[in-house]
């Protein structure tokens, strides 16, 4: 099966420009997360959709990210404006459910890394 | 606060030793701990463990989960220089499928 799709896979910027990020992910995968992956860190959650709906933002900077997911298909992030501790790499991840007793394991794409300059 | 610690946070070893990687948690309403192995590229899912006690194995790779005491430990044996990568763990929730990652051990095996 196809994996998660994720493009650009680099973006050079610099500061006060704003940059956008598009995820496929796996068909039939109703969940879907964007992380935030800083050099010598794990990766930090930022938003999770199921379907076409946020189940969490709560660590997104809502000042200057945004994501959304129409049609609970394909997803796009987007900095606006980019500050320099935003270069980190862009993890798109999906699964096929969310909820309830059973849980799902997380498939990743090849992420995008961002450079602001 | 939700939270993943790893240890150690990088390791060197030679081709054939056997290494421990260990992971401990802090995550309330815990459903499942996750293990990925992370090279220049996304992080690949190895295991998903969700009971106690129960040994999960890939070939030379192992993996144990103690909800008692809140870890879990990744065994790698015969160590190849294939192996060296970030080890990355996760932490789930109950229902909301959602996963707190620690910061990764770094592993480096030596030829």
């Known amino acids: 099966e196809a994996g998660v799709a994720q493009s650009p896979r680099y973006k050079i910027i610099e500061k006060r420009q704003s940059v956008a990020f598009w995820c496929n992910p796996i068909?039939?995968?109703?969940?879907l997360y964007w992380y935030q992956q800083i050099l010598g860190q794990g990766p930090k959650l930022l938003i999770q959709?199921?379907?076409?709906?946020?189940?969490?933002d709560s660590q997104l900077p809502k000042d200057r990210f945004s994501a959304e997911r129409l049609k609970g298909v394909d997803s796009t992030l987007k900095i606006q404006p980019a500050k320099l501790e935003d270069s980190a790499v862009y993890l798109c991840?999906?699964?096929f459910g969310w909820g309830g007793s059973n849980t799902y394991e997380q498939y990743f794409g090849p992420g995008t890394r961002l450079t602001v300059t | 606060e939700d939270k993943v610690v790893q240890s150690p946070l990088s390791l060197v070893v030679h081709e054939g030793d056997t290494v421990t990687l260990n992971c401990s948690y802090e995550?309330?309403?815990?459903?499942?701990l996750l293990w990925y192995k992370q090279e220049k590229k996304a992080p690949t899912f190895l295991f998903m463990l969700?009971?106690?006690?129960i040994e999960k194995k890939s070939g030379r790779l192992s993996s144990i989960l103690d909800k008692k005491e809140l870890f879990s430990i990744l065994n790698i044996t015969a160590t190849q220089t294939g192996d060296s990568a970030i080890y990355l763990c996760?932490?789930?929730?109950?229902?909301?499928?959602?996963?707190?990652f620690g910061s990764g051990t770094k592993l480096n095996v030596k030829p």
């Open positions: 996760a932490g789930g929730k109950y229902n909301f499928n959602k996963f707190y």
């Open positions: 959709f199921q379907n076409n709906g946020v189940v969490d």
């Open positions: 995550v309330t309403n815990f459903r499942s």
């Open positions: 991840a999906s699964s």
């Open positions: 969700t009971s106690s006690g």
């Open positions: 068909s039939g995968h109703a969940t």
